[in-house]
């Protein structure tokens, strides 16, 4: 009888420690785990995200990581960080592929004639589509000439994309002209419209804005990159 209780006991045994070797790992430990390697836990701080959160912006110290679907990369982008504006981060396709790209529009400038925005695209992989900043447009596409035709008026003449341009435009008969040019840079809007990127670049005549150059961009498929498609020359209205 004794045998046959040390025989059961044994196999009482055998069976739980089977039974505990068949069971899960906590699950409680295993998601502590994943959390602790997740991109979200990362010694940075979150500044921006897609709407269903696909692609985040964190800042960290003097640059910024990006991290679309789980992947991360840091970019040394201009993030000021003290603008007032946060980044604004999209999931679009804007490259007509049908795969999203990360679109992120960051206020680098703000001030009294100043206000400035940078975009970066970014597609799933983590490469940065070459989006064409102001200054090259205005070297490449854009001409101008200003002359004061009389005491209030100044006369602005050039090309856009080779569409030539004409504006008057009523100034104070004591402004002394000291350019001959248009002068760029003081404001560079960029918003997205229709997946299309566009880019309002006001034009200046010290010290007074005189019309706006309204951009839109497109996607060379053959270079990888965008480039401009249309320009639209505006007078700011007086």
């Known amino acids: 009888m004794k045998k046959e209780i040390g ?3 044994l196999l009482s045994t055998v ?3 089977g039974c505990q070797s ?4 906590d699950p409680t430990e295993e998601r502590i785990s994943k959390e602790a390697h997740s991109p979200t836990h990362i010694d940075a701080t979150l500044i921006g995200a897609s709407d269903h959160k696909e692609v985040k912006l964190y800042k960290n110290g003097e640059s910024v990581k990006l991290e679309i679907n789980g992947k991360v990369k840091d970019f040394n982008w201009n993030n000021p960080g003290d603008t007032g504006t946060e980044p604004q981060v999209f999931y679009i396709d804007m490259t007509e592929d049908g795969k999203e790209e990360a679109v ?3 206020q680098t400038g703000r001030g009294t004639g100043l206000d400035n925005y940078d975009i ?4 799933q992989d983590l490469q940065e589509i070459k989006v064409p900043h102001y200054e090259e447009i205005v070297a490449q596409h854009i001409e101008s000439n200003v002359v004061k035709k009389d005491h209030e008026t100044l006369t602005i003449t050039g090309q856009a994309l080779g569409k030539e341009y004409h504006l008057d435009y009523h100034v104070d008969p004591e402004l002394e002209l000291q350019q001959d040019e248009l002068g760029f840079g003081g404001i560079t809007i960029y918003y997205l419209e229709n997946q299309k990127i566009k880019l309002t670049l006001a034009a200046s005549v010290f ?3 005189v019309a706006d150059f309204h951009i839109t961009y497109k996607f060379d498929h053959t270079k990888n990159e965008f480039m401009v498609d249309q320009i639209k020359v505006a007078p700011i209205q007086q």
Not at 22 to 25: G, L, P, S, T, V
Not at 120 to 123: L, N
């Open 15 to 17: 069976i739980f420690s």
């Open 22 to 25: 068949d069971q899960k790992d």
């Open 207 to 209: 010290p007074i804005n």
């Open 120 to 123: 970066h695209i970014v597609d």
């Open 7 to 9: 025989t059961l006991l």
């Open 104 to 106: 992120i529009i960051i």
